[in-house]
């Protein structure tokens, strides 16, 4: 079983570790998250209310 899981990241970060957390979860490239997130708010405008429930809601990893 896998136990991977999604956290913000603290080492790729430039806010709040979202863009870089989902990178690190799906083993991509942050800038291609990033630029889906400016698509999503800018395009469908439903990218900065997921931004902000990621940034509250997901967990920061614990060493």
Do not use: H, Q
């Amino acid at each position: 079983m896998n136990n991977k899981r999604f956290y913000l990241s603290e080492t790729d970060k430039k806010l709040a570790g979202v863009c870089g957390g989902i990178a690190e979860y799906f083993e991509v490239d942050p800038l291609l998250v990033r630029v889906a997130f400016l698509v999503a708010v800018f395009g469908l405008g439903c990218g900065f209310w997921a931004y902000i429930i990621l940034w509250l809601c997901a967990p920061r990893r614990s060493y």
